[in-house]
Nanobody, 124 residues
Framework: QLQFVESGGGLVQPGGFLRLSCVAS????????VGWFRQAPGKEREKVSC????????YWNPYADGRFTISRDNAKNTVFLQINNLKPEDTGTYYC?????????????????WGQGTQVTVSS
């Protein structure tokens, strides 16, 4: 099975933090940009962060501010997403996927090997 396995989600109070993990199964993510996506209830899936393959540079889309930090550990075949100062609007199912386009700016349709996602719920 060529897939990512996401984990680390849960129920967190506003202001807390989470560190999500994304482990590649059956392949190496070494040379592939990997993005994190969020699907909130009733909304379309959106890219919240991405890390490149060339230099490890990360970026945010307009829906994720500096509270989101992405990193990768190629030796462990894992990409992480840390979310600080969680807000209720961060609630959703978080997925990771890779793209063969070698660009974090690639559209969601260009990403593949979607996992089952991990649920993040931010509520007081």
């Amino acid at each position: 099975q060529l897939q990512f396995v996401e984990s680390g989600g849960g129920l967190v109070q506003p202001g807390g933090f989470l560190r999500l993990s994304c482990v590649a199964s059956g392949f190496n993510l070494d040379q592939s940009p990997v993005g994190w996506f969020r699907q909130a209830p009733g909304k379309e899936r959106e890219k919240v962060s991405c890390i490149s393959s060339s230099d490890g540079r990360w970026y945010w889309n307009p829906y994720a501010d500096g509270r989101f930090t992405i990193s990768r550990d190629n030796a462990k075949n894992t990409v992480f997403l840390q979310i600080n100062n969680l807000k209720p609007e961060d609630t959703g199912t978080y997925y990771c996927a890779r793209t063969q386009a070698d660009l974090c700016s690639a559209s969601s349709s260009q990403f593949e090997y979607w996992g089952q996602g991990t649920q993040v719920t931010v509520s007081s």
